[in-house]
């Protein structure tokens, strides 16, 4: 570690590093350990970039945070009757099998301590111990970061703990002088224990790489007490003898970042991203790639920022269901220069069926299979993408390397000459197919055909021998990311037989097929290239003997591991989401996921519309799980369908939607819900947006306050209108709202070229007429504008969809941190297709900055007419 010299500081700073100097050169000396020290893996060369003791070349790492020792993840998983030990043995297994080699958590420093910073040897000590211990068995790289701030309720309310964070909390905490010797005193204790696991101190553990101070300190009050925060944490962070990396988050108050960067000591600056905010309360609709375009740092300005690391230590695409995002979210990572990446958070597996842990976030190998192949991508193309390369502006960057992303598709794919992963189904051939030894995926490919929805893994041990691990199947039966509770199901897993086809040249069309997982005693042979498997792990052999069973390792694993969880519950259920309208006279299909039934049973939609027509059509089987059926044209007459969906098996018979079991025909069948959908007139408009139903908004600024954010009474019976009001508007200069409105054109996508102009009803609230903007944005990321102006009074503006042009679009939900660009200029389309429109922006356009007092307006409605 080198100091400037002292005579170019001023007399403060001087002082900070003395101090600083002194804790080195006097460091006590801590009893030794048991094993001793092992030699650090990686170092901070002086143009900042981490490298690998060894070899000198650029180290990069890439995994997850995890929580289960410490508060609501140990709660939960105790909840639910689970050890916390066999938790972390399984979860730690799915993150190697992912392939990542990077962890980090928080710790919950008020758990463990008390309120002088004094270490407290507890259980969740032990558990972190523990889990430190099973992730360098597996190779996992560990950074540490000390102190959490965090209370430990969330979800829940907070516990009354001993720490000093719940004495301070996270503003005094960074402030005061006794809040700043108890952190002294508990980073020296923390840093000093010894591991009862690996009989080491975390310093002496080669496999812990680094430390990062704290979590997302929110500095206050005077810089320089800022940057003696900073100093001291890390002084007595290096008075323990540490010699690894050490970081700091800059990235939660940037404007303190000055300050920051003058603490002594620090070898690299910490960073956040989740470019789709958080706490939706509901999965995201729509493109979200704009998002994650590139990784914005404004620091680079501060001298004393350069020549310092990058380390990610938290990232998620929050809210979003899709397995597109996690590759570009990496790409933007390696563009930036950013070389550690952990996702927050990995759900335990004991607790993922609720996913009530993080509710915003929510990621499992068993139970989101097509996001963790995601994830297991963006950590190959983060270790594989040359550091600051720019590979372009979306969707020129959907391909980047052996990488490819697509919304459409909802895919993640890497394709080399040894490895083919794919989040979804692909008509993608493998580079070279002769070559390949390692396939992972979800769905089908050229390589391997498979008729369930879990992860499947395949791996080359030798020449004709191979390792098939087979996940259960999961499906999602509510939103995951709405409301949580743990006695709300989300994802059902399934245990059953599939049917799979491999075609790999070396194994040929007839093949050994052998369990070696615990439990499993299957033994088959391949006709074809094909075979039923059920949950597991097999050999796939030419061969009738091979040396390929028990525990023998490969790579982190071993041949006869398997872990998979069980179901929650295994009852009867309908997912479905009617569409809002659809075209009359036009037969349409109506598409359903059934759970919990046998393959024989039987699903039927029972409808009627309002001329009293009925009918009862029998659901076909389409997919594992899914089901349709085509909803004929005769039915289909102006103005609107109710329909149920029944599912019997055997004697069970449930009726959705209300999930209601027993027969629907009997006398005192008390069950009325019906799913709704409007038949649209021939010449009918097609609404948009009206205030009185659409709550699912994106507004910006947040507008949160009563006298910001109003529904109020429109002169119509039963139609309210927003009410939108900023009293000062934000740095960006706007406010509007953003309306997801794909779902709307979906069931009239046949006539959607015979609309001409889009109508919005809308007034100024300021006194004066104000300029909007109408922005309709698609799903290549093209926004596509006209400029009107709002008058006093309630009035219908016209807009001939012809005169939209293309232009930049808001990026919400606002990504944070909130120095991210909040204008994008997408290169997608190339003119203006409205079947290609999936958001609506309103928003308030460029004003004279002389004018002043609070800007607003009010809107009723938007929707198409015909031409």
Not at 52 to 75: D, I
Not at 627 to 646: K, N
Not at 660 to 667: E, L, Q, R, T, V
Request: one cysteine or more; a neutral charge; charged letters at 20%.
């Amino acid at each position: 570690m080198s100091f400037p010299s002292l005579h170019a500081m001023n007399p403060i700073r001087t002082l900070f590093c003395l101090m600083a100097f002194c804790l080195l050169s006097q460091a006590p000396v801590w009893a030794q350990s048991q094993k001793g020290k092992e030699p650090e893996l990686v170092y901070v060369d002086q143009q900042g970039i981490l490298r690998w003791t060894k070899t000198k070349q650029e180290a990069a790492f890439f995994g997850v945070n995890y929580t289960v020792p410490f508060a609501y993840g140990y709660r939960s998983v105790k909840a639910r009757g689970v050890n916390p030990e066999k938790a972390i043995d399984e979860d730690v297994y799915h993150l190697a099998r992912l392939g990542f080699d990077a962890f980090r958590v928080h710790v919950w420093d008020t758990e463990i301590s008390d309120s002088l910073g004094n270490l407290l040897e507890n259980e969740h000590l032990r558990l972190f111990d523990y889990l430190v211990y099973k992730l360098k068995e597996r190779n996992i790289r560990v950074l540490i970061t000390p102190i959490a701030f965090w209370g430990n309720g969330w979800p829940e309310k907070d516990e009354k703990t001993p720490g000093f964070s719940y004495k301070y909390g996270k503003q005094k905490g960074l402030v005061e002088e006794t809040a700043f010797l108890a952190q002294e005193n508990y980073l020296k204790q923390f840093l000093n224990h010894v591991n009862p696991y690996t009989q080491q101190t975390y310093e002496q553990d080669g496999n812990v790489i680094a430390t990062e101070i704290n979590n997302e300190p929110q500095h206050s009050g005077p810089k320089a007490r800022t940057t003696e925060y900073v100093t001291r944490m890390v002084a007595a962070v290096r008075g323990t003898g540490w010699k690894k990396p050490v970081f700091y988050n800059i990235s939660e108050s940037p404007k303190y970042a000055d300050a920051i960067v003058q603490g002594v000591g620090v070898d690299g600056y910490s960073f956040q991203w989740y470019p789709t905010n958080l706490m939706a309360n509901h999965s995201l609709q729509g493109n979200y790639l704009s998002h994650v375009d590139r990784y914005h740092i404004p620091f680079d300005t501060l001298a004393a920022f350069k020549n310092k690391a990058l380390m990610v230590y938290e990232f998620d695409a929050a809210d979003i269901l899709g397995s597109y995002m996690y590759p570009a979210m990496a790409k933007s990572f390696r563009t930036a220069g950013f070389q550690w990446a952990t996702q927050f958070a990995y759900d335990p597996m004991a607790t993922a069926y609720g996913n009530t842990e993080y509710q915003t976030h929510y990621l499992n190998l068993a139970f989101t299979p097509a996001k963790a192949i995601s994830l297991m991508i963006a950590g190959k193309a983060f270790h594989r993408l040359p550091l600051r390369k720019n590979f372009g502006v979306y969707p020129a960057d959907s391909v980047f390397g052996e990488f490819r992303v697509s919304y459409k598709q909802s895919m993640s794919e890497m394709n080399t000459a040894q490895e083919f992963y794919y989040s979804g189904s692909t008509q993608t051939q493998p580079l070279l197919k002769s070559k390949l030894e390692h396939v992972a995926g979800v769905g089908s490919s050229p390589v391997v055909k498979y008729s369930g929805t879990g992860v499947y893994f395949l791996d080359k041990l030798e020449k004709g021998v191979w390792r098939l691990e087979v996940m259960p199947d999961a499906y999602f039966i509510r939103d995951p990311l709405g409301k949580a509770s743990p006695n709300r199901e989300v994802s059902r897993i399934q245990w059953q037989a599939q049917n799979m086809k491999i075609l790999l040249a070396e194994l040929g069309e007839s093949f050994e097929v052998r369990a070696v997982n615990e439990g499993n005693t299957y033994a088959g042979k391949a006709k074809d290239g094909s075979f039923q498997v059920s949950p597991g792990a097999y050999i796939l052999s030419k061969k009738q003997k091979t040396s390929w069973a028990g525990n023998k390792k490969y790579g982190n694993l071993r041949v006869n591991e398997f872990v998979a969880p069980q179901p929650y519950a295994s009852g009867i259920y309908v997912t479905h989401e009617p569409l809002k309208e659809v075209s009359s006279g036009q037969p349409f299909t109506i598409t359903a996921q059934v759970v919990g039934i046998s393959s024989e049973a039987k699903v039927t939609l029972q409808l009627n519309n309002q001329a009293a027509a009925y009918k009862t059509i029998p659901m076909q089987a389409v997919g594992d799980g899914q089901f349709s059926a085509q909803v004929p044209a005769d039915v289909l007459t102006p103005g609107q369908i109710s329909y149920r969906i029944l599912a019997q098996d055997g004697e069970k018979q449930v009726t959705f939607p209300g999930d209601h079991a027993g027969n629907p025909w009997a006398w005192d069948a008390t069950m009325a819900e019906t799913y709704q959908t409007f038949v649209a007139a021939p010449n009918g408009q097609l609404e948009l947006f009206n205030a009185t139903n659409d709550r699912s908004l994106f507004v910006f600024p947040n507008l949160w306050k009563s006298e910001e954010r109003q529904l109020i009474a429109s002169e119509k019976p039963g139609q309210l209108i927003l009410k939108l009001t900023a009293q000062q508007l934000p740095e960006e200069q706007t406010m509007g709202l953003q309306h997801y409105i794909g779902d709307k054109l979906k069931g009239r996508q046949a006539e959607l070229g015979s609309f001409g102009k889009l109508v919005i009803r809308v007034r100024s609230t300021t006194g004066a007429a104000l300029p909007l903007k109408v922005n309709l944005v698609t799903h290549q990321a093209t926004g596509f504008v006209a400029q009107v102006s709002a008058g006093t009074t309630f009035q219908n503006i016209e807009i001939p969809l012809s005169t939209l042009q293309p232009d930049a679009f808001m990026l919400l939900p606002r990504p944070y941190p909130g120095f991210h660009p909040f204008w994008f200029t997408g290169k997608g389309a190339l003119g203006f297709q409205l079947k290609d429109v999936e958001k609506l922006q309103i928003y308030l356009g460029q004003m004279d900055k002389a004018t002043t007092g609070p800007k607003g307006f009010e809107i009723e409605s938007v929707w198409l007419e015909k031409k």
